[in-house]
């Protein structure tokens, strides 16, 4: 079975600083998905960043980006300029290839911004 | 946009009563989800389905049942409510056909039993 690891939970970054939040997983697949989801503070979880295992070309979307070690199994999530909007719990999760994967997510690590 | 609803954002009910979770989304998605969140646990998975009358097991489905008799719709049932299901209920949705696997998810239900 899969797993996600997160063994952080807790995080504290200073505003316009940059911080990355680490995330592990174990697989015996070779093809698969892994993904960075956002809460905020009492609102709905949202997509942050999405990388396929086959790309070794790192994900990025706009002031995030992630470090992917396939090798490794490392999918790190760097968040740069940090803004106080980035206050949230995130989330590192991992799907499979197959049609009808599910997901699977790390507990989850907390993410404070100091202004 | 995606929309995803959930019928209560908070919840209070009593142990052994049934309790009917109720999640709609409007995207026509084939696949939906019901998880738990808990503090230091992350999202574990209850059910899923991916189309209608279709229902799998996720992770932890004890205490739980679903339904899903229209595309759009997904149900969590608690048959009789108990303290240890105290928690954070989130749905979400996706795409089969595009390959994206992004799950849209609900704002929570937060259900107390007392």
């Known amino acids: 079975a899969q797993t996600v690891t997160q063994s952080q939970p807790e995080m504290s970054v200073q505003e316009a600083e940059t911080v990355t939040l680490s995330c592990t997983y174990d697989?015996?697949?070779?093809?698969?998905?892994l993904f960075w989801y956002k809460q905020p503070p009492s609102r709905q979880m949202i997509l942050v960043i999405r990388?396929?295992?086959?790309?070794?070309q790192n994900a990025t979307e706009n002031r995030f980006s992630v470090n992917f070690q396939k090798a490794a199994k490392s999918f790190s999530l760097k968040i740069s300029d940090s803004q106080l909007g980035d206050a949230a719990m995130y989330f590192c999760?991992?799907?499979?290839?197959?049609?009808?994967?599910?997901?699977?997510f790390g507990k989850g690590i907390t993410l404070s911004v100091r202004p | 946009d995606v929309k995803v609803t959930q019928s209560s954002r908070y919840l209070v009910k009593r142990t052994g009563e049934k309790v009917f979770l109720e999640c709609v989304q409007d995207?026509?998605?084939?696949?939906m989800f019901w998880y738990r969140q808990d503090p230091g646990l992350g999202l574990r998975l209850i059910y899923f389905?991916?189309?209608?009358?279709?229902?799998e097991k996720g992770d932890i489905p004890e205490g739980y049942s679903v339904s899903r008799e229209k595309k759009e719709r997904f149900s969590l049932i608690l048959e009789s409510a108990s303290t240890n299901q105290t928690s954070m209920y989130l749905c979400?949705?996706?795409?089969?056909?595009?390959?994206?696997?992004?799950?849209?998810f609900g704002p929570g239900t937060r259900l107390t039993v007392t």
């Open positions: 999760a991992y799907r499979g290839s197959g049609a009808n994967s599910k997901l699977t």
């Open positions: 389905s991916y189309d209608v009358k279709m229902k």
């Open positions: 697989t015996s697949e070779s093809d698969y998905y």
């Open positions: 990388q396929e295992a086959y790309k070794q």
């Open positions: 995207m026509d998605h084939e696949n």
């Open positions: 979400a949705s996706s795409d089969s056909g595009t390959g994206d696997y992004e799950q849209y």
